[in-house]
């Protein structure tokens, strides 16, 4: 079976400064790897996602997560943090392949404060 | 940009009634997935859809929840009869197809069961 887990329930961080959201996962072969971000009463929008290549991916409002096969890991990562970035983030794997579904982990709700 | 559609975007009722829910995925996707989200928590699956017939409808309690998809573009959810377990957010995604993996979601329907 497939799992992700994301550690913080929350994360404070200072506008202007670095933000890092956590997530490992499991799966058995390669893994196709996802986040998205959730406003209040809205649906999920799609940040950037891993299929293969560049362990390094940049997606959009400046996020980029780095896959690490050997930590079983896929860290949201921004160089600056704003007050408009705090909402809620979930991070997703299914297993390579056309049939697999998608599961998402609990949830990191990011707070960003001036 | 192309978006999914869903509608009601909320939805007051009381238990033992019935619900229905409406979604209308991007044009041409032929994936359409729908997702209950229960607050402080990530989506889970209840039903995908390829084209009109059923992918996966494992975790969809079968004895008060169906859905359909009977011409493969829109699909409707239904709940019948609601019980006050069911509140939640259901999320709607649709997908092009396998190769480009991204699924978009909707803006969901909030359901509040009384």
């Known amino acids: 079976a497939q799992s992700v887990a994301q550690p913080e329930d929350q994360v404070n961080v200072a506008e202007g400064n670095p933000l890092t959201v956590k997530c490992t996962y499991s799966v058995s072969g390669n893994p196709y790897l996802f986040w998205y971000v959730q406003y209040p009463n809205r649906g999920l929008q799609f940040l950037l996602k891993?299929?293969?290549?560049?362990?390094l991916v940049k997606g959009s409002y400046g996020f980029e997560a780095e896959f690490n096969k050997s930590q079983t890991s896929f860290h949201l990562k921004k160089p600056s943090a704003l007050v408009s970035d705090s909402a809620l983030y979930f991070c997703a794997v299914r297993k390579g392949g056309t049939a697999s579904k998608l599961t998402f982990g609990t949830g990191t709700r990011l707070q960003v404060t001036l | 940009e192309a978006e999914v559609a869903q509608s009601p975007r909320y939805k007051i009722t009381e238990k033992s009634q019935a619900v229905a829910f409406w979604c209308d995925p991007i044009?041409?996707?032929?994936?359409l997935y729908w997702y209950r989200q229960i607050l402080g928590q990530g989506p889970e699956l209840l039903v995908q859809?390829?084209?009109?017939?059923?992918?996966?409808d494992s975790q969809l309690p079968k004895d008060r929840f169906s859905a359909e998809r009977l011409k493969g573009v829109d699909s409707t959810l239904k709940i019948q009869p609601a019980e006050l377990g069911d509140s939640a957010m259901y999320l709607c995604?649709?997908?092009?197809?396998?190769?480009?993996?991204?699924?978009?979601f909707g803006p969901g329907t909030r359901l509040t069961v009384l």
């Open positions: 995604a649709s997908r092009l197809d396998p190769n480009t993996d991204t699924q978009y």
């Open positions: 891993y299929i293969t290549g560049d362990n």
């Open positions: 044009s041409g996707h032929a994936t």
């Open positions: 859809f390829q084209d009109e017939s059923v992918v996966d």
